[in-house]
C-alpha cells in the first residue's frame, strides 16, 4: 500500500528540515530541477527555518526556547483539531475559601456543567453545601473527608441532586478534580 501524496507545502518544509530520505527525498530533488513553485517553497522554508539547529557560533540555545515555542503554538491556535489544552504554569487558580484554590479547566453552558480542580492546603475546610445537580469528586492525590467517609487518592465520589454533604477537609491536603453545575 503506497503512502498518502503530500501537498507540495509539507513537502518542501520537510526537504527544507531534512526530514525525507531515501527515494522521497530524491523525488522531490530531481523535481526542484524543474519545478519553480517547488523550487520557492523550499527556498522559503530553508530562510524561514535556517537558523533552528545551529545557534550563533559560540552561542548557547536560550533557556526556555522549547518552552516558548510551545506557547507560541498554542497561543497562535496550533492545536489538535476540535480539541482545546490548558497548560499548567499558565493556569489561573482563585482562592474560594481559606486554604482551598480553584481552576477552572472546563465550562460547559449547554449542560450547565463545569469542570474544576480544587486544591487545598492541609487542614483546610470546604463548607457543607447543597447540589442542584449531580457533582461528582476524583480524589487525584492527598486526603479528603466528609464526616467519617475518607477518600484518598483514586476515589471517585458523586454527592446526588438535591443532596448536602458535611463540609470537606483534609488532613495532608489534596487535589480534587469536580464536575458540578455552574451554579454550584
Not at 527544507?16 to 523550487?39: P, Q, Y
Not at 517553497?41 to 526556555?64: H, K, M, N
Not at 484554590?101 to 449547554?110: C, F, M, N, Q, Y
Request: with cysteine; net charge negative; charged share 25%.
Amino acid at each position: 500500500m503506497s503512502e498518502p501524496v503530500k501537498p507540495d507545502d509539507v513537502l518542501s518544509a520537510e526537504y527544507a528540515l531534512g526530514l525525507l530520505r531515501g527515494e522521497a527525498c530524491a523525488e522531490v530533488s530531481a523535481r526542484l530541477e524543474t519545478d519553480e513553485d517547488l523550487r520557492a517553497s523550499v527556498e522559503f522554508w530553508q530562510r524561514a527555518l535556517g537558523g533552528i539547529d545551529s545557534p550563533e557560533e559560540g552561542g548557547d540555545v536560550p533557556p526556555g526556547l522549547f518552552d516558548s515555542i510551545l506557547a507560541r503554538i498554542d497561543d497562535e491556535g496550533m492545536q489538535l483539531p476540535g480539541t482545546r489544552t490548558q497548560r499548567a504554569e499558565a493556569a489561573s487558580w482563585r482562592e474560594i475559601s481559606p486554604g482551598v484554590t480553584s481552576r477552572v479547566l472546563h465550562i460547559d453552558r449547554a449542560n450547565n456543567r463545569q469542570s474544576l480542580l480544587i486544591r487545598m492546603a492541609p487542614g483546610a475546610v470546604y463548607h457543607s453545601h447543597a447540589h442542584d445537580a449531580d457533582e461528582e469528586a476524583f480524589v487525584v492525590g492527598g486526603d479528603l473527608w466528609f464526616g467519617d467517609l475518607s477518600l484518598g487518592p483514586g476515589d471517585y465520589h458523586i454527592a446526588a441532586a438535591a443532596t448536602r454533604h458535611p463540609p470537606g477537609r483534609t488532613v495532608g491536603g489534596c487535589l480534587v478534580h469536580v464536575v458540578t453545575s455552574l451554579s454550584h
